[in-house]
């Protein structure tokens, strides 16, 4: 089945203790990228990517780092969480037009 | 300023009525795709309907059309016979094609169904 995978689901962690969400997707897709959602803004994007090794900023790039290593894998990186990162984060592939999301990530941090 | 506008924040409508979905946005380019995506209540994000700047007519997808208005950069949702299963979270997003593939979102509308 073609499919975008986020883990975890769910996540609570602490101010500052370094976090990694997944993303992997099956479809062979080159564009992948990830989003936060909070009330009242939608969804905003952090980062993309247009293939491997090639990542560039979104419109909220601040407090995020990612890798592509490999076209399936978009790893989202939270090198010191600080709680104005709580938010729901989804990850999105797409071979030309259409988004395929994953079923996201709410974290929480403390 | 924002790039898509959804001046809605939340609608109602009765079951087996159409309802349109106002979207408004903003961009410089000549090429770009318009979409919508639902989010129902459990989470996940369910791509409706895809707009195409070059496309001359308006898109259609079931229940879902998309009225295409270029000049006045609006790209309106109608949902014809509104279902029970239609109440969700509604976003309009928008593809430039001048930043590679930065996607962009709006706000929402939330759609509530009224039996």
């Known amino acids: 089945e073609a499919q975008v995978t986020q883990n975890p689901r769910y996540l609570i962690t602490v101010t500052g203790k370094k976090l990694t969400v997944t993303c992997s997707q099956n479809m062979n897709h080159e564009y992948m990228s990830w989003y936060r959602q909070d009330p009242g803004l939608g969804l905003r994007q952090i980062y993309y990517?247009?293939?491997?090794?090639?990542?560039d900023k979104g419109d909220v790039p601040e407090g995020y780092k990612v890798s592509r290593k490999e076209k399936r894998n978009f790893p989202l990186i939270l090198e010191s969480p600080s709680p104005n990162q709580t938010s729901l984060y989804f990850c999105?592939?797409?071979?030309?037009?259409?988004?395929?999301f994953g079923s996201g990530t709410q974290l929480s941090v403390l | 300023a924002q790039k898509i506008t959804q001046t809605q924040p939340g609608m109602f409508v009765q079951e087996k009525e159409a309802v349109t979905l106002d979207c408004t946005y903003d961009?410089?380019?000549?090429?770009?795709?318009l979409f919508w995506y639902k989010q129902p209540s459990s989470g996940e994000m369910i791509f409706l309907i895809y707009?195409?700047?070059?496309?001359?007519q308006n898109a259609t997808e079931g229940r879902y059309s998309l009225n295409f208005q270029k000049a006045r950069k609006s790209a309106n949702l109608v949902i014809s016979a509104s279902q029970l299963g239609d109440s969700a979270m509604y976003f309009c997003a928008m593809r430039e094609g001048g930043r590679g593939q930065n996607f962009v979102f709006g706000p929402g509308t939330r759609l509530s169904v009224l039996p």
């Open positions: 961009t410089s380019d000549q090429s770009y795709g």
């Open positions: 999105a592939s797409t071979p030309n037009e259409k988004l395929f």
């Open positions: 990517s247009m293939n491997v090794e090639v990542t």
């Open positions: 707009q195409g700047s070059y496309d001359e």
